[in-house]
Every structure is written in C-alpha cells, then in structure tokens.
C-alpha cells in the first residue's frame, strides 16, 4: 500500500468510526460497518457495508415503512462524513449494503472476509 493510500484509509477509518458511534445509538440491532475500495477511484469504488445482528433487523431497517427514512438517514450519515475527504459516493443505493451478523454465520459459517468477497 503507498503512503498516499495508507493516509486515505486512515481518513476513511476516522469518517466511518464516526459514523459507527452514531448509528450504534440511532438504529435497533446495527453492531458495526466496514468499508472496501479501490485508492485509484475511490468514490466509485467505494463499498460500506452496514452490519446488524440479525436479519430481522436489516428487514425492518430497510423493509419498514419508515426504512426508507432510515435508510435514507444512514446514507446521509455516511456521505457526511466522507465528504470532507473528497470522496463522494456515485450510487449510495448500490455502494451501502445492510447484512446481518446471523446471515453470515449461516451462510459462510461466520467468516466475513469470505462474506465480503461474495457481495
């Protein structure tokens, strides 16, 4: 990794670290995020992945009448925070994705960089 990209993701760990303590007290059952990127082109290649416990709750957050506005919320959340860094998300519908900690559990036995890679 160049000095530039370690000085990039260093940026993004601090933005989405904000991002993680104010969801963790804005959304039922959200547990934590992560991020994967591309340095060459950030902003589009960008993908955060937003993790609860259980599907249930990704369900509600996103399937509710009001999980629109949640989802909505969170992707203001999120592109807030980026965007002092010069990194502007191109499709946030495509770019944020909810999964669950009992998702993944099931399905790759709990292993999220195997998850991560298959999303």
């Not at 104010?22 to 547990?31: H, K, R």
């Not at 495509?94 to 099931?106: G, N, R, Y």
Request: with cysteine; aromatic share 8%; charged share 30%.
């Amino acid at each position: 990794m160049k000095k530039t990209d370690k000085k990039h993701e260093k940026a993004i760990v601090t933005a989405l670290t904000k991002v993680c303590d104010q969801a963790l007290e804005a959304f039922e059952g959200f547990q934590w995020l992560t991020h994967q990127v591309d340095f060459n082109d950030m902003s589009r290649s960008i993908k955060v992945t937003c993790v609860f416990e259980t599907r249930a709750q990704v369900s509600r957050f996103i399937g509710s009448p009001t999980g629109g506005e949640k989802r909505k919320e969170m992707s203001l959340l999120i592109q807030s925070e980026l965007k002092p860094f010069g990194i502007q998300l191109q499709d946030s519908f495509k770019q944020i994705k909810f999964d669950s900690e009992e998702a993944c559990l099931e399905e790759h036995q709990g292993k999220w960089n195997h998850r991560l890679g298959n999303l």
